[in-house]
């Protein structure tokens, strides 16, 4: 399974624009609900988030364009990196503190997760709670502010009123529909505006869509089998090194922040500006994997609860896909991963799913990397990919519970997308809304 998520994950990370949630959730999610062993989904899902963090690396810095939504902290620096004539540069600092960021976060958060174990109960207990302070952190740290903060109230009252008219019509609730409908919010709400006339107008342009790929200047022969430790210097080893050790510590906040924020503190100490563009863009693209490993491993192994963004968005379905990962809100019992696997477990398949995604992606893009770019950008149709995502949202859905489930989808979608386009409430937030609803409001009934 990582062998198959690293060879699929690389090449979709060469296309511009594939958000994790959207693209990595529901493929989870498949894996889970046709049989997949536990060892084999955490395999797959670890595999498939290291390879798209090495490979996205490829439109952000030849492109111009980001190759997903963490790649966009690093798009200044990839912009004046390529108006200095070094693009190729750019990519292999990127991807090289990328692949020193995972050999350090996959270990340091099985560390950081045996030691909040402990407190596993306590945490459990506190479960609903905690959901509500993390669902307003998590909003008031998006490009929403205060106004995502505010919107998780319609928000969550939307996913209650749903729940029960699930129940009422059923007798039993969906989960897979909402998650659904949160992780391809974004594409629903697109899909709306394309049949509006009005939304239309806003999206029409004249003639083809350009792209200025940068020219292939790697220099000739050399070793083939790249190496990050030549890649990098001293300086960016020690930086990128720093940065993935702390951000694989403050699991509870935002990816995107963490590359921001490690980016900009690496980058004030730095006064060449040559050595401060390399640094910062190794920085940005190296917290891009260690948030997202240590988001999700440390809530798996510690605690069996979505506790971080990364945990409550594309890694959701490892915690909660009925039939065959549950998470009862009422009794506060799971099982899903944290139940199913040991800490010595999760280790192997970790380190086995590292390994496989590094030595799949990382020589592949830095060797081909500018011929896969031209590929991609002049044979792949981003309207046969939406195509297909759409397919596979709707078999699921009717798998779950029929045209009722894919009307849910469809509906938390627009909101959930109108609230990610108007006021920047992304996915995470709302995943963390829906955790609110099903867990906090209950207790909050109940007081």
Request: charged share 10%; hydrophobic share 55%; proline share 6%.
């Amino acid at each position: 399974m990582a062998l198959l998520a690293g060879v699929l994950f690389t090449g979709i990370g060469l296309i511009s624009g594939t958000d994790e949630t959207a693209i990595v959730a529901p493929l989870a999610l498949l894996v889970i609900l046709i049989g997949v062993p536990p060892s084999g989904v955490i395999a797959f899902f670890l595999a498939a988030i290291i390879a798209k963090h090495i490979s996205h690396a490829v439109p952000t810095t030849l492109l111009g364009i980001p190759g997903d939504t963490t790649a966009v902290p690093m798009l200044r620096e990839a912009q004046l990196l390529r108006s200095l004539g070094v693009p190729h540069i750019a990519l292999q600092k990127a991807i090289s503190g990328g692949v020193i960021s995972v050999a350090i976060a996959v270990p340091l958060s099985i560390v950081f997760a045996l030691v909040l174990t402990p407190f596993a109960d306590a945490i459990g207990a506190a479960a609903p709670w905690i959901f509500i302070a993390a669902a307003v952190l998590v909003a008031y740290t998006s490009k929403g502010k205060l106004a995502a903060v505010v919107a998780l109230i319609p928000f969550v009252l939307l996913i209650v009123g749903l729940q029960a008219f699930i129940l009422e019509q059923k007798e039993a609730t969906f989960t897979t529909s909402f998650f659904l409908g949160i992780a391809t919010g974004p594409l629903i709400f697109d899909l709306f505006s394309a049949m509006s006339p009005v939304g239309r107008r806003t999206m029409r342009q004249e003639g083809k869509r350009e792209f200025n790929l940068a020219p292939d200047v790697r220099p000739k022969g050399g070793s083939r089998l790249p190496n990050p430790f030549k890649a990098l210097s001293g300086r960016q080893l020690a930086y990128t090194s720093g940065s993935a050790a702390i951000t694989s510590a403050t699991f509870v906040f935002s990816p995107v922040a963490m590359a921001v924020l490690m980016g900009e503190i690496v980058g004030s100490r730095i006064k060449n500006g040559y050595e401060r563009l390399t640094t910062v863009i190794t920085v940005r693209n190296g917290t891009t994997e260690s948030t997202y490993i240590a988001e999700t491993l440390i809530p798996l192994i510690a605690i069996g609860l979505p506790l971080s963004p990364m945990a409550a968005g594309p890694a959701a379905p490892l915690f909660n896909a009925p039939p065959v990962y549950t998470l009862d809100a009422e009794a506060g019992t799971t099982n899903n991963l944290h139940d199913l696997l040991t800490t010595s477990q999760f280790a192997l398949f970790s380190v086995i799913a590292a390994i496989i995604a590094v030595a799949i992606a990382y020589p592949f893009v830095m060797t081909n990397a500018h011929r896969a770019a031209t590929w991609v950008m002049k044979s792949v149709s981003h309207e046969a990919i939406i195509a297909g995502f759409a397919a596979l949202i709707c078999v699921i859905c009717l798998y779950e519970g029929g045209l009722l489930a894919l009307g849910v989808t469809i509906t938390v979608g627009l909101v959930g997308g109108l609230f990610n386009r108007m006021i920047g409430m992304h996915a995470g937030v709302q995943f963390m809304g829906y955790y609110v609803a099903v867990l906090t409001v209950p207790a909050i009934l109940a007081l």
